[in-house]
C-alpha cells in the first residue's frame, strides 16, 4: 500500500495570498498570522506574494488570476464577513464560498478558503488572533500541506 501525505514545509514552493482591505483591522491579522506561519516553516519573502483587493466579494477574481497563471502552487483567500443588519452577509458569504471552490475545480491550483464568516465582531476577534487562534495561519499550513500533496501526486 502507498500513503501520500502532505507535509507542512514551505519548501521551495510559491504562495499568493489575496486578502480583502474590508474589516482590514481584522484581515490584517490574519494576514499577519499567514506570513509568519509560512515564514516559520521556511518561506522565504520571495516566495510570497500579497495581493490586497477591495472586499471578499472581489477575491474570488484575483484568486482566479493567481491560480491559473502557472506561478504560484497555493493561493490563500483572507476575508472577513461579519453580520450585518441586512441580508447582505448571506449573499457575500455564498458568493466567496461559491467562487473560492470554483477556483480550486478550475485550476487545480489548491485556494484555500481563510475568509471568516462571523456573527459577531467579537466572534471575528477570537478568529484572528486571539482564543480561537488565527484563521490566517491556520489556512498557510493547509496551503503549505496540499502544495506538498499534490506534488507527490504527480
Not at 22 to 36: P, Q, V
Not at 132 to 150: D, I, Y
Request: with cysteine; charged share 20%; glycine share 12%.
Amino acid at each position: 500500500m502507498k500513503e501520500f501525505k502532505g507535509q507542512l514545509v514551505a519548501g521551495k514552493f510559491r504562495y499568493a495570498i489575496v486578502v480583502s482591505r474590508f474589516n482590514e483591522f481584522i484581515t490584517g491579522k490574519l494576514l499577519s498570522g499567514a506570513i509568519d506561519c509560512l515564514q516559520r516553516h521556511g518561506a522565504k519573502d520571495d516566495q510570497i506574494a500579497v495581493v490586497w483587493v477591495p472586499g471578499s466579494i472581489e477575491i474570488t477574481v484575483a484568486a482566479k488570476k493567481l491560480a491559473g497563471g502557472g506561478k504560484y502552487h497555493a493561493v490563500i483567500c483572507l476575508g472577513a464577513v461579519i453580520r450585518g443588519q441586512t441580508g447582505h452577509y448571506e449573499y457575500v458569504c455564498q458568493q466567496v464560498s461559491r467562487g473560492i471552490g470554483q477556483v480550486n475545480y478550475e485550476t487545480g491550483v489548491p485556494t484555500i478558503f481563510g475568509v471568516l464568516t462571523c456573527e459577531t465582531i467579537e466572534q471575528a476577534i477570537e478568529r484572528a488572533g486571539s482564543k480561537q487562534g488565527n484563521a490566517g495561519a491556520s489556512a498557510a499550513m493547509s496551503a503549505m500541506e496540499m502544495a506538498n500533496l499534490l506534488e507527490q501526486l504527480d
